[in-house]
């Protein structure tokens, strides 16, 4: 297996590391939701429920996708 022959320096690493951050989550607000802003977020509020939830998956506390309920919940 082929090892390197001289050590990475600190600014290179750092510079392939910049990408790795964790960033907190962006929630819109509900009233900005109308207008168009904050659709292209890692975030979004439910249609049917109005709680926050992840793009392109069921909303867990009420089981709607896409206006459409696809799955039953108990609570």
């Known amino acids: 297996m082929p090892n390197p022959k001289r050590r ?3 600014s290179r690493t750092r510079k392939r590391r910049t990408h790795d951050k964790l960033t ?3 929630i ?3 009233e900005n ?3 168009g802003a904050g659709v292209r977020s890692k ?4 249609s ?3 709680q926050v939830n992840q793009p392109h998956t ?3 506390n009420c089981g709607y996708y ?3 309920q696809v799955i039953t919940v108990e609570r």
């Open 66 to 68: 896409r206006g459409k």
């Open 8 to 10: 990475f320096s600190n």
């Open 33 to 35: 939701m109308e207008k």
């Open 43 to 46: 975030r979004y509020i439910c």
């Open 28 to 30: 819109p607000l509900a």
């Open 58 to 60: 069921v909303c867990h």
């Open 48 to 50: 049917h429920c109005k």
């Open 24 to 26: 907190p989550p962006v």
